[in-house]
């Protein structure tokens, strides 16, 4: 399988692109040429200064060494590597949410004092950190702060669930963010393709079906590279 | 401070490079023109590997693409947004108008939703139907032979319907409907509300040999590096360069006023330059603004002379009135249907709805004038930042426990994926006398420019058909099978509308008319006060209809510029 890069650069959809092999088996639509500019691997677009901002909180470190420790051992708690799964830990979430922590500072005091909080009862509990303890009583104390009242909204909940809610809503998005995440999700997009419907078998697990008047409007993808003419009287002619 | 003058003389100054002045900039430099396109952000070009964010993954940013540095999030084109440090606005006690701005090259046409509607007839002539607001003095069919080039021009998808106030174009097909529009397609027919394929300047097919065509990546609001969708820089101001135009760029300019002679005329513009913060002047012999609605009302009431002693061309006293901007609700709904899909399809489109909902009803049988259009989202986008929030929320509509911990949360994450559509209603508001941008004069930006203050409420026209919007929401909901999220908005939150600004369509602060007491340009855009001075953003609206104000910019930049090169080769200006 091409990788991304070159499956863009191969799949010649642009203007003006220079002319790379097509074969000659392909259909018209994948056969055209297509060279997207390649954006700079090293860069997500960023001004001079939200490069100098991300450069500066790169630098620093909020959570000690401890905290990162407990970190990691909730956040595997909640997307644990098991049944052939792939960890919190392995999509490097903790990081993540290192970098959130500071890059957004109203998350730093509920993180540090919900990593406290476990701390103090499993100390209470069970005579060790969080991060020592065995799993059963890890989930233990988890179990008494994953569960948000329902139909109370969150800032009306204890600051333990309200930090339990935090703690998962960032290791879900840090998870299925990752490169891991979106593959195990199976989304397929951000890929140069052309769009042409609905899959048939999709449309029938869902009970759905194209209106054959509406279809008639839409592109043949066959044309889509032919130059767009027009009558005087604004009906396409190419 | 002594102010750099460069003795170059343009035939024509725009400052901005907006969908306005990126029109001006390439009608009028095919014409001979010299020009000088002053714009107060650095250059942009989306084919800048540097500078590019289209095709990149949410995980290539260290926040997931979240919103905490850039308004819609660290992938979007759009330098700026609602608030810019070191150039602040400011609002009256109980306003709270928010003012989008876009620094860059092509402006705010980088990001948006290309949503690409004409003005009908009706939207020329709202007075002589409810009796409210003021007429354009021009008519549909004074437009139509614009838009009809700027269609051709650009490039926009969508359908001839036959419609009495959406008229048709000269469009290219539009893409097939993805699975969520197909239970909004089937919903909105239940509940009799009409839907239409959506209207939108992304290229489905070829118009030229020099732009691209799209590739369904659905990130046009990163801006396409292959030219595809209409921005402003890559489809009007590249191509007038490339053309031979005579087209000096000034970036990172940010203009303070606009220069005048004895005679209260334009000699040319000064600015500041950000990257040196030295103030600068070049001389033109027309000037331009299309600086954004807001920000050519801040130029003309910051050019104070003997001759304009209340701002360049405010003689009437109305440079800033009027401002309005589109009424906006939205709501999202969760389709149980729509559970359990297949991800094994690429779904991505384009930017944006396939499918939408053109006003449809009259108002003669409702308790509010003017109507909205419906935009409809949803899809399995690409997870970022704020995806798996809340994992199994959805949970409760079926009696199963929400919260936990576990691999069970990537069966729910995977269950609901896709299951959420959501409405935005964007509809027009009455323009009003009362709400209004000034120069606020205790406070300055940080290139010690006087500031705006804004002064804006919402009347009870606006209320009303925000609630009208959200009982259609619910309507459309109920006939798909969906439910909705949240809880509608009451009459203690004034029916959830949007505060002012927030849409981005914000129009009207230079609004023309053949009264020079009632308006600050004529029909060509021209101040009345200073014969070489014209305005080529939406300013000159006089209103914005239900319709997204872009492309009526483009075409009546156009007219304004074939007016302009008319009134040179006439020597009248």
């Known amino acids: 399988m091409m990788n991304r890069r070159k499956s863009i650069q191969t799949l010649v959809l642009g203007a003006g692109a220079t002319a790379l092999a097509v074969h000659s088996c392909a259909p018209s639509a994948e056969a055209e040429s ?21 450069e ?4 620093e470190q909020y959570f000690s060494e401890a905290e990162m420790t407990t970190l990691a051992a909730v956040c595997n708690l909640i997307l644990p590597g098991t049944e052939g799964y792939k960890s919190a830990t392995d999509a490097e979430v903790p990081n993540f949410i290192e970098f959130m922590a500071k890059d957004y500072p109203d998350f730093q005091l509920p993180l540090r004092g919900g990593l406290a909080w476990l701390n103090r009862q499993s100390n209470l509990k069970n005579d060790t950190e969080f991060a020592t303890a065995d799993t059963a009583a890890q989930k233990e104390i988890l179990d008494g702060i994953a569960y948000p009242k329902p139909d109370t909204p969150d800032h009306q909940q204890p600051a333990s669930v309200q930090f339990f809610n935090l703690l998962r809503n960032l290791t879900m998005t840090g998870f299925y963010t990752s490169k891991m995440g979106i593959e195990e999700l199976g989304y397929s997009g951000n890929q140069p393709n052309v769009w042409d419907g609905v899959p048939q078998e999709v449309l029938d697990q869902h009970n759905v079906a194209y209106d054959e008047a509406w279809l008639a409007k839409c592109i043949d993808q066959s044309t889509r590279n032919t130059v767009a003419k027009w009558d005087e009287n604004m009906n396409l002619i190419s | ?88 606005y400011t ?28 003005f009908g007839p009706k939207d020329f002539k709202r007075y002589d139907q409810d009796g409210l607001g003021d007429n354009w003095p021009i008519e549909y069919e004074d437009v139509k032979p614009y838009y009809d080039k700027v269609d051709k021009l650009i490039g926009v998808f969508g359908t001839n319907e036959g419609l009495p106030n959406d008229p048709d174009g000269y469009f290219l097909p539009p893409p097939k409907p993805r699975l969520h529009e197909l239970f909004y397609i089937n919903g909105a027919r239940k509940a009799n509300i009409p839907v239409y394929p959506s209207r939108m300047s992304m290229l489905t097919k070829r118009i030229n040999n020099e732009r691209g065509i799209c ?32 087209v000096k760029l000034f970036v990172n ?8 002679n004895d005679e209260g005329r334009a000699t040319g513009v000064s600015f500041v330059n950000k990257d040196d913060r030295k103030e600068y002047s ?12 807001c920000s050519t009302a801040r130029i003309l009431l910051n050019s104070k002379s003997a001759q304009h002693p209340s701002g360049l061309g405010n003689s009437s006293g109305l440079v800033g009135r009027y401002v309005h901007d589109s009424t906006g609700a939205s709501r999202a709904a969760f389709v149980p249907r729509l559970m359990n899909r297949k991800t094994n399809y690429n779904e991505d489109g384009v930017g944006g709805m396939h499918v939408y909902t053109p006003w449809w009803l009259d108002n003669k049988k409702l308790d509010f004038p003017r109507g909205y259009h419906i935009e409809v989202w949803g899809g399995m986008g690409m997870p970022s930042y704020g995806f798996g929030f809340n994992p199994n929320d959805l949970n409760k509509h079926f009696d199963l426990p929400v919260g936990g911990y576990g691999n069970g949360l990537r069966d729910d994450v ?123 953003d939406a300013g000159p609206f006089v209103s914005q209809a239900d319709k997204n104000p872009t492309w009526t910019i483009l075409a009546l930049s156009w007219r304004m510029s074939d007016y302009i090169i008319q009134e040179i080769k006439k020597q009248n200006i």
């Open chain 2, 282 to 293: 070049i001389k033109g012999k027309t000037v331009v603004l299309a600086a954004s609605a």
């Open chain 2, 414 to 536: 995977k269950k609901y994926y896709g299951s959420i559509v959501g409405f935005g209603g964007r509809g027009e508001s009455i323009p009003q006398y009362n709400n209004y941008c000034e120069i606020d004069e205790s406070t300055v930006d940080e290139w010690g420019i006087p500031v705006l203050k804004f002064n804006y409420q919402w009347t009870d026209y606006e209320k009303k058909q925000v609630k009208h919007m959200h009982n259609t929401f619910e309507e459309l909901f109920d006939a798909m099978g969906a439910i909705p999220l949240g809880e509608k908005p009451g009459a203690d939150q004034d029916y959830g509308i949007a505060a002012p600004g927030l849409i981005i369509h914000e129009v009207g602060t230079t609004r023309m008319g053949e009264n020079k007491k009632k308006s600050v340009t004529n029909e060509f855009q021209q101040l009345h006060d200073a014969d070489n001075v014209f305005i080529a």
């Open chain 2, 215 to 246: 590739f369904y990546c659905g990130q046009c609001n990163r801006s396409c590096s292959v030219y595809a969708d209409f921005s402003a820089g890559s489809c009007l101001i590249f191509p007038a360069q490339k053309n031979g135009g005579q």
């Open chain 1, 56 to 59: 500066k909180i790169m630098a």
């Open chain 2, 1 to 88: 401070m002594q102010i750099i003058e460069n003795n170059e003389e343009f035939d024509v100054i725009i400052v901005g490079s907006g969908a306005g002045g990126g029109m001006a900039t390439k009608v009028l430099s095919e014409a001979g023109l010299k020009i000088a396109v002053v714009e107060a952000g650095p250059f942009f070009d989306p084919a800048d590997p540097d500078q590019m964010t289209q095709m990149k993954w949410s995980y290539e940013s260290p926040r997931r693409g979240s919103s905490i540095h850039r308004a819609f999030g660290d992938f979007d084109a759009a330098y700026g947004g609602w608030d810019i440090d070191g150039e602040p």
């Open chain 2, 253 to 260: 300019a940010m203009v303070r006023a606009v220069n005048t």
């Open chain 2, 91 to 118: 609002n009256h006690e109980d306003s709270n108008f928010r003012w989008f701005r876009s620094r860059m090259l092509g402006g705010r046409t980088n990001h948006w939703g290309r949503i690409s509607l004409r």
């Open chain 1, 34 to 54: 297509l060279q997207i500019p390649m954006s700079n691997p090293l860069s997500y677009g960023r001004t001079s200064k939200e490069a100098t901002h991300d």
